[in-house]
């Protein structure tokens, strides 16, 4: 079917995980014109990323859970898409969004290299960009065979390759159970899981988990599979050094105190040949902020977006779900994405709120408790810069040390990441800070500061070709 | 009976996913042939070949490879087929994609 107009639709939904995938359909069930704008070739996100087709995989639920859910998204996403309700634009990494008119326009970079670009426009938006993983830096963190958990378990689920064949697991957070799991049954050995924070300030909550009583059977399933592949779960300890010197060989794991400090001579190795670590997931909000979306501080000390609950965000007719409104895990993601559609679809038509919006505000309500107590529980310590040293280098892609951050602090007077930035480098490079600005942030600003998001005005590395394109449309 | 717990030694990324890949192909790296799935990124072939580092760093010339496994760090940048700065991680491996060690930003002229 031919579309009216090709280049405009009544809602654009960024992102095509979980929340993306169940906004953009549940839309286009009510008629609704989508517009599903994601960089990746194929829908899912991170969560439910796939192995490449090429690789031909029959069980690829093996490395999932909750793959049917997935696979009834999917489903329904093609039958929109064979109708041309729901245009889904495949590789395209959306870099800014601006306003036209009563519309926005989506400025994405296309093609092999990012060498192309495409600006389709929509009269609302839905934000669902989803998270990166938090790095905090570490004695040789950057030697090869460190990777990040959430970055081993990517290349897992993608490409079906592990980092080495003993993998040590650490950090913070639910996700390194999961990604411990998947490394032990994809044949890796996993001597340990080394959790900074203790699951038993789980307990101090107790209604909030009686409410969530699937995460609980969650966690029960994972530590059975833990233990059924031999993995230790060592919590309250922390990886406070690694060794080799071309690669991992071994690392060198600390208890620490609840401040995540340290305690001197607790010391032990553990030999590996890589080690998968992170420590939680943090909002990827760099479009939403260039929109001027209002930020509040999670649970867990990170920036999330002020959302009502209707999912609006503080900018007129733009959405925003999932994990940009605090990391909740795939289940909040759904719900939310459904109810941001259900909210849009009475923007665009007017009528009577289905009963079914009931229904998921209250799950939401119950699924953003848990979250909340997930970041509290997991949020670093005030004192974990206490494992590094003076030459543990902070900003991978300029190799800026701690020492240089608190040099730049202590004489030379830098009290903000922006100063810092420019009398170090440190955020400067190719990732523009985004793995190193909540360390830089912990080193330049007094612990538990909750410090405004890094703002950028744009979301990925664009050729000045695209900018100039870009440019000359508005000009238009 | 009770079967003892053992590890199976035949499990592999490849076993758990099921996965029946079109046939393989040769990409180099510094010269030497590794073997790609079709649909694997450069990255995930280097790894499957146990390559950890394929580029040294600017200031320090210290190793490095892929680390975050989505675009988002670019610490895995690669020079292939004499092109440097590729994100490895997200870049699909072609049969006789030339890779090679980059060294500091990729641009450093050739030594005649």
Request: aromatic fraction near 4%; glycine fraction near 14%.
């Amino acid at each position: 079917m031919p579309h009216p107009d090709p280049d405009r639709a009544e809602v654009a939904v960024v992102g095509a995980g979980p929340a993306g995938l169940a906004a953009a359909v549940t839309a286009a069930d009510a008629g609704l014109d989508v517009l599903l704008i994601d960089a990746a070739d194929a829908p899912g996100g991170q969560y439910y990323r796939a192995p490449a087709p090429g690789l031909g995989a029959g069980r690829p639920e093996a490395l999932h859970h909750g793959w049917g859910t997935f696979t009834a998204l999917t489903a329904r996403l093609d039958r929109h898409r064979a109708t041309g309700r729901v245009r889904h634009l495949t590789g395209h990494q959306v870099w800014a969004v601006t306003r036209t008119g009563e519309d926005w326009t989506l400025h994405a970079l296309t093609g092999p290299d990012g060498g192309d670009g495409a600006a389709p426009r929509a009269r609302r938006l839905v934000i669902a960009t989803g998270a990166v993983e938090r790095q905090l830096p570490f004695p040789g963190w950057t030697l090869p065979g460190v990777v990040g958990a959430a970055g081993a378990q990517a290349m897992l689920k993608s490409g079906l390759v592990l980092p080495g064949r003993r993998v040590v697991v650490a950090g913070s957070g639910p996700l390194l159970q999961a990604v411990a799991l998947s490394l032990a049954r994809a044949g890796a050995r996993v001597p340990a899981l080394v959790e900074a924070a203790g699951y038993g300030a789980y307990a101090r909550a107790p209604l909030t988990l009686a409410a969530n009583p699937g995460r609980l059977a969650e966690g029960v399933r994972h530590r059975a599979g833990l233990a059924r592949y031999g993995v230790r779960m060592l919590t309250h300890r922390a990886v406070t050094a690694v060794h080799g010197t071309e690669r991992v060989e071994g690392v060198t794991v600390s208890r620490i105190d609840r401040a995540w400090r340290p305690v001197p001579g607790t010391g032990r190795r553990i030999d590996c040949d890589a080690l998968a670590v992170g420590h939680g997931l943090v909002p990827q909000l760099d479009l939403a902020l260039g929109l001027g979306c209002a930020t509040r501080t999670g649970t867990d000390g990170s920036a999330v977006l002020e959302v009502d609950a209707r999912l609006r965000t503080t900018v007129p007719g733009v959405w925003a779900v999932g994990e940009t409104g605090g990391v909740g895990g795939v289940q909040l993601a759904l719900s939310e994405g459904e109810l941001a559609a259900l909210s849009v679809i009475a923007d665009a038509r007017g009528g009577r709120v289905p009963a079914r919006a009931g229904t998921l505000r209250r799950r939401r309500r119950r699924m953003r408790g848990f979250a909340g107590l997930m970041g509290t529980v997991h949020r670093p310590g005030p004192a974990w810069t206490g494992w590094l040293d003076p030459d543990t280098e902070v900003c991978r892609c300029e190799e800026v040390t701690v020492g240089a951050v608190r040099t730049a602090v202590a004489e030379l007077g830098a009290g903000d990441t922006r100063t810092a930035k420019l009398l170090t480098r440190a955020g400067m490079g190719w990732c523009q800070g985004r793995t190193c600005g909540f360390a830089v942030r912990a080193l330049t600003a007094p612990p538990d500061t909750d410090a405004p998001p890094d703002r950028r005005p744009l979301a990925c590395p664009v050729p000045l070709a695209a900018l100039a394109r870009a440019a000359r449309d508005e000009g238009e | 009976m009770r079967r003892a717990r053992r590890r199976d030694p035949a499990r592999t990324p490849s076993g758990l996913a099921g996965a029946a890949p079109g046939p393989a192909f040769d990409i180099t790296f510094d010269g030497r042939p590794v073997p790609a799935l079709p649909g694997q990124s450069v990255a995930a072939a280097l790894w499957a070949a146990s390559v950890l580092s394929w580029r040294t760093t600017r200031v320090n010339g210290r190793p490095r490879g892929a680390f975050c496994g989505i675009g988002s760090c670019f610490e895995c940048l690669a020079t292939v087929n004499g092109r440097p700065n590729l994100r490895a991680c997200l870049l699909p491996a072609r049969p006789g994609d030339a890779v090679t060690t980059q060294e500091g930003n990729g641009h450093a002229a050739p030594r005649p």
